[in-house]
């Protein structure tokens, strides 16, 4: 069973940076693609970037490029989240989800684990 668990979430500033990271385990991680997602009050959970199991492979939702870089390293078993230039429309429970198999995906379909979520704020 895979477990997944998100850490680096809080409140900053906007214009601030936070480094979101995801621990997993029972996986053989560096075979499959690792995804986040938001979801804010009220809305779906939505695509932020996901990467592909070597990590030469990203993508990203039109609304955090520039500012977001996903990134893996696969001798621990971890990925990573850097979050720059933070703006309110980013407060949101930030999920980590792990993909059924190599390729990076958009889609929320194409992952069969998640973690618990980790809530990041944006506010002055």
Known sequence: QVQLVESGGGLVQPGG???LSCAASGSTFRT???GWFRQAPGKERA???TISGGGGT????DSVKGRFTISRDNAKNTVYLQMNNLK???TAVYYCAHAGDYSASL?????????QGTQVSVSS
Do not use: I
């Open 17 to 19: 940076s936070l480094r």
């Open 32 to 34: 499959y693609a690792m």
């Open 47 to 49: 695509f932020v970037a």
């Open 58 to 61: 990203t993508y990203y939702a």
């Open 88 to 90: 309110p429309e980013d």
């Open 107 to 115: 889609s929320r379909d194409a992952y069969d684990y998640w973690g």
